[in-house]
């Protein structure tokens, strides 16, 4: 091949690696934007019904966002999936959507934190926090490609409102494994896959 053609060729490859990286950056901006205004419509009123098409995070957006899986917990997308990931990898895309159902209700309810990343980290100021692998002192960076992904989608799916509510509007759980004294003051909702759900007996968080 002639050196001419080497260097376009190249030059192509470089310039077709730089438009991808642009427009990666461009979803991810695009993505972050609309979950924080899709989060603060949730805390402010949680009503069942999907974000509007133009308003909503698509599919390659939402995967434009830590892609490597090693972000900062900063924004609602990352906070989200990577509580997913973190507390139902290796499980059913059942489990993987209740603990999003749960993030969300949180986020619903007047009696937790206004946003995806406070509700995840609730509790880490005094080492009682209400998501177990947020205080664990292990790494938070993901460790497998192909989970995450499935948590990010998940995530994407519940802050557009397109997730159903597989808990039954349950604000705790516990892995089934364990019989936690806590329990004993809610509500049982549901049990789905290794996963048991609750809601208090008067609507109010504790």
């Known amino acids: 091949m002639r050196p001419d053609w080497i260097a376009s060729c190249l030059a192509l490859t470089l310039l077709a690696g730089s438009v991808f990286a642009t427009d990666q950056k461009q979803k991810q901006e695009s993505a972050e934007n609309k979950a924080e205004v899709l989060e603060h419509k949730a805390a402010e009123n949680n009503s069942p019904a999907p974000a509007p098409k133009a ?3 698509t599919p390659s957006e939402v995967q434009a966002v ?3 899986g090693a972000a900062p917990l900063d924004d609602a997308i990352t906070c989200l999936a990577r509580s997913i990931y973190w507390e139902a990898k290796g499980k059913d895309a059942a489990d993987m959507e209740a603990v999003a159902n749960v993030v969300m209700n949180r986020l619903g309810h007047e009696g937790f934190p206004d946003t995806v ?3 995840v980290k609730q509790g ?8 177990s692998w947020w205080c664990d ?3 938070d960076s993901v460790q497998e490609e192909v989970p995450y992904a499935m948590a990010k989608e998940i995530a994407r ?3 557009n409102k397109e997730l159903p ?3 039954q509007g349950a604000l705790y759980f516990h892995d089934r ?3 936690p004294d806590w329990a004993k003051e809610y509500i049982k909702t549901v049990d789905i896959g290794l996963f048991r759900f609750y809601k208090p007996h008067d609507g109010s968080a504790r």
């Open 117 to 119: 990343c406070k509700v």
């Open 157 to 159: 799916k519940a802050l």
């Open 137 to 139: 002192g292990k790494s």
């Open 177 to 179: 494994t364990v019989r």
């Open 55 to 57: 308003e909503a995070i």
């Open 165 to 167: 509510d597989r808990t």
């Open 66 to 68: 830590d892609p490597a």
């Open 124 to 131: 880490s100021e005094t080492k009682s926090c209400q998501f």
